[in-house]
């Protein structure tokens, strides 16, 4: 049985392999301790969740508390939601996505940009999970408002948009995806590099 202590004598080079020992026991523990105040704690219990939820299914079972956290007062616990759900969209089998991907989307409009930034960057496991979804996912980045976060948060988060939007192209081809992607090859908020990196993926 893990505990706190032992949890945080794991060493983060070793959180996967020792993901993978926990017992389901455990899992509904580590949830709870997402909640505790103690920041290294809950980042640590976040690490140990992700790296579960690569193998196994058994995080997937709390989806509804992850889903309360995307609401929660506390910019911290929204994020350990929104990436927690995201890690769990392969598992999902009773379609909690769909019905969870409205509130997940408000997430884009964040009040803390790095809470924004995570939500999008953890939306690629959303796309290549849930493909019925690419095309709520698409209209939401392509709508993002630019202009509502730090202009030197724009490149790298236009960048996290893009790298969505070119998994979401693999099966959706829309006019509006083409025109919103030229459209920054040609605009001013990428340098020169990460516009020849996105055209040689394109």
Known sequence: MITIES???????????????????????????????DNDIRYQALLLL???SIFFDDVYPHWDI?????KSDNS???SIGLMLIAENA?????????DTIDEYLGLLNDEKPITIR?????LDKIVTYKPELNNKVAAALISFDFMAVKETMR??????????????????????I?????????????????KKRIEELL
């Open 7 to 37: 949890m945080m004598l794991i060493d983060k080079n070793a959180l996967q392999e020792e993901s993978k020992k926990l017992s389901k026991d455990d899992i509904p523990r580590i949830v709870e301790w997402l909640s505790l105040k």
């Open 50 to 52: 992700q790296n579960r």
């Open 76 to 78: 911290y616990q929204r």
């Open 178 to 194: 083409e025109r919103f992607i030229l459209n920054t090859l040609s605009g001013e908020i990428l340098d020169k590099k990460s």
């Open 66 to 70: 992850l889903r309360s956290k995307l």
């Open 90 to 98: 392969r598992w999902d089998t009773e379609r909690r996505m769909e």
């Open 118 to 122: 995570q939500c999008i960057q953890s």
């Open 155 to 176: 490149k790298s988060i236009l960048l996290d948009i893009l790298n969505n939007l070119l998994i979401i192209r693999k099966n959706l081809r829309k006019d509006d």
